[in-house]
């Protein structure tokens, strides 16, 4: 970050504290809805949200090491390779939320079309439960390089600090819609990710298998051809349940599920196929040994 980033960061600290907000408003409506749950009849896995609750905790810790900077130390470099430089702001912060949500379309879409990239964000889709406790449902390990999706962004002129508070705030957007307590919100659905076009993006049914990768913007699907509207009942989870609350193994199970695979392969492209391809392939040989 260059010096006069940092001296606007301190002149104008209101970004921080909206973020700062922004993060204790959704702290404050996942603590309400889970109390709201507990004193009513709804049906809710309490060892599940114990074990989100686990996840983010482990999270918040590992964020205050590297893990929490390297995205900034590791888009410095290509900043200096760029000609571009775009000032800041409050049009060009609009402009940053726009493209760090165009930017997390894709980086969300890439994560569930090539099985290395699904092994972390599987940690995100495999609760059988629905409520804002998901939201906090995040791998150990997305922090170290999901910042790579960022450079196209840095390239064009954003700053590291731009980027990267641009896709943290698409992020904590999406905190609120993951709850079954808020119904269809007619044309808005069409337009925005709100919480009926995100459960069917959870959903493990058949017609809604990756449908709706929009952050804030559900109209980049629209634009793409992913976008699909709430219409049966949502079975929430992975096509192959994990069947788990341990913290530690909901993080590392698709890992080892690729390990094993990638054991069983009997030529270095069938390994590199398993590990980079798609989420279904397999060597035919698998089928004739099982």
Known sequence: MKLKEIIYLFENASIVQYIGLFFVFNMSIIFIE??????STKKRRWKDTGANIAI????QLLEKTIIGSIGIVALVPF???????????????ILTIFVADFTYY??????????????HHSVHHSSEDYNLTISM??????????????IPMILIGFSPFQAIVGLVLVAQYQTWIHTEHIKSLGWLDEVFNTPSTHRIHHGSNKKYLDKNYGGILIIWDRLFGTFEREKEKVTYGLTKN???????????IE??????????????????????GNLI????YFEKNN
């Open 56 to 59: 983010f905790t482990i999270n």
């Open 281 to 284: 392939w397999k060597p035919e």
């Open 242 to 252: 994990i069947n788990t609350n341990n913290p530690i193994l909901i993080n590392c």
């Open 137 to 150: 449902r995040l791998s150990f390990v997305e922090g170290l390089f999901e910042w790579i999706f960022l």
């Open 34 to 39: 889970t109390v709201i749950d507990f004193f």
């Open 255 to 276: 890992y080892i599920n690729i390990w094993k695979e990638v054991k069983k392969c009997r030529n270095p492209k069938d390994k590199l196929r398993i590990i980079f």
């Open 79 to 93: 900043q200096w390779l760029s000609p571009l430089e775009i000032p800041m702001n409050i049009w060009t912060w």
């Open 106 to 119: 894709w980086m969300h879409r890439l994560e569930h079309e090539h099985r290395i990239l699904w092994a």
